[in-house]
């Protein structure tokens, strides 16, 4: 596959995880690649816990659905029944799960680039989330992104100190397909804006 066709085929997976085995070799790949991404002040800030009990996903799962209702709840109408058919997680059926989490602490207190936007160190771990995504998918693997979580839960479950702050769970393994149109715009969610739409020449143009 190349870029373009990685970047196109990437899926955010709910349903079609299969539940089989991920090669060692494969997983390293893609965990090294997450470990690749740029960082302010080269801060590599990341830290990645690999999570395959089931007992520990079961957990988490159960606080992922309260959280959907709860979510659920602050819905009405159309918005409600539309809803209630999307599926938010796959965190049973996937293969394993890859908590990201974001240590401000590494590399300071000298953060060359940090020091007027204290963000930057969080965008570091999402671009390691990000290469990650798509190094699945040039593996043949999904990633489902589940941010259906209060994060003091996520830091209490799995023993996180308190300044690493729990910036993604994500399903991972291989899977049936990769659907060619995103869930939610197949359910009727919200589809994708045209890039006219978000693209400003010279100045921001107000719409
Ligand atoms: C920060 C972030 C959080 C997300 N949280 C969830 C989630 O909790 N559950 C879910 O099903 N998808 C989640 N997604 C996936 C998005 O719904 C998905 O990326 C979007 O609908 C576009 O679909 P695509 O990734 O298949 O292109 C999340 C994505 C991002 C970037």
């Given at each position: 596959?190349?870029?373009?066709?990685?970047?196109?085929?990437?899926?955010?997976?709910?349903?079609?995880?299969?539940?089989?085995?991920?090669?060692?070799?494969?997983?390293?790949?893609?965990?090294?690649?997450?470990?690749?991404?740029?960082?302010?002040?080269?801060?590599?800030?990341?830290?990645?816990?690999?999570?395959?009990?089931?007992?520990?996903?079961?957990?988490?799962?159960?606080?992922?659905?309260?959280?959907?209702?709860?979510?659920?709840?602050?819905?009405?109408?159309?918005?409600?029944?539309t809803f209630d058919r999307i599926k938010?997680?796959?965190?049973?059926?996937?293969?394993?799960?890859?908590?990201?989490?974001?240590?401000?602490?590494?590399?300071?207190?000298?953060?060359?680039?940090?020091?007027?936007?204290?963000?930057?160190?969080?965008?570091?771990?999402?671009?390691?989330?990000?290469?990650?995504?798509?190094?699945?998918?040039?593996?043949?693997?999904?990633?489902?992104?589940?941010?259906?979580?209060?994060?003091?839960?996520?830091?209490?479950?799995?023993?996180?100190?308190?300044?690493?702050?729990?910036?993604?769970?994500?399903?991972?393994?291989?899977?049936?397909?990769?659907?060619?149109?995103?869930?939610?715009?197949?359910?009727?969610?919200?589809?994708?804006?045209?890039?006219?739409?978000?693209?400003?020449?010279?100045?921001?143009?107000?719409?």
């Open positions: 596959m190349d870029f373009y066709d990685v970047v196109q085929r990437r899926r955010d997976v709910r349903a079609e995880f299969t539940g089989e085995p991920v090669d060692d070799a494969v997983l390293h790949r893609v965990l090294s690649a997450a470990h690749h991404a740029p960082s302010v002040g080269m801060t590599q800030p990341w830290d990645f816990i690999l999570v395959r009990d089931v007992g520990t996903r079961a957990a988490f799962r159960e606080h992922v659905l309260a959280e959907r209702a709860a979510f659920a709840a602050t819905l009405s109408g159309e918005r409600a029944r938010v997680e796959g965190i049973l059926e996937s293969t394993l799960s890859v908590v990201v989490g974001y240590d401000p602490t590494r590399g300071s207190p000298a953060v060359l680039g940090r020091h007027a936007i204290a963000d930057a160190g969080l965008y570091s771990s999402v671009l390691a989330i990000q290469n990650l995504w798509l190094a699945a998918t040039a593996e043949g693997l999904g990633v489902g992104w589940v941010s259906f979580y209060r994060e003091e839960h996520l830091r209490d479950l799995l023993g996180m100190p308190a300044h690493v702050r729990p910036v993604a769970w994500l399903c991972l393994g291989p899977v049936r397909r990769l659907q060619e149109v995103p869930d939610l715009e197949r359910h009727g969610w919200r589809a994708r804006v045209p890039l006219a739409e978000v693209l400003h020449e010279e100045r921001y143009t107000a719409r």
